[in-house]
Nanobody
Framework: QVQLVASGGGLVQAGGSLRLSCAAS????????MGWFRQAPGKEREFVAA????????KYVDSVKGRFTISRDNAKNTVYLQMNSLEPEDSAVYYC?????????????????WGQGTQVTVSS
């Protein structure tokens, strides 16, 4: 079992930055990849970024490449999402998630454990 607690969301103006954090407990953190997803009102939950278990590999949805950076600190059992140059279209509830395996995956179906979500609102 894995428990995830996300934090760091808030209200920011377009062009601003936020850093999301997700603290994990339960299974040994370095044994599984981690991902961030987001869901805007009326839309399906979408993949944002993922990182391999040791942090050597990352993947991003095209719309955030060059603006968002996912990282992890296995000593602190925490994954981060640094979000720069935020746009109103980035407004959503952001969720951290852990997949069943150590493999870096991007489909929501591959993720078994989810945090509670943190709201990000970007004003224009």
């Amino acid at each position: 079992q894995v428990q995830l607690v996300a934090s760091g969301g808030g209200l920011v103006q377009a062009g601003g930055s936020l850093r999301l954090s997700c603290a994990a407990s339960g299974r040994t953190f370095s044994t599984y990849a981690m991902g961030w997803f987001r869901q805007a009102p009326g839309k399906e939950r979408e993949f944002v970024a993922a990182i391999s278990r040791l942090g050597y590999s990352t993947k991003y949805v095209d719309s955030v490449k060059g603006r968002f950076t996912i990282s992890r600190d296995n000593a602190k059992n925490t994954v981060y999402l640094q979000m720069n140059s935020l746009e109103p279209e980035d407004s959503a509830v952001y969720y951290c998630a852990a997949p069943k395996t150590a493999v870096l995956v991007t489909s929501t179906d591959e993720y078994s454990y989810w945090g509670q979500g943190t709201q990000v609102t970007v004003s224009s």
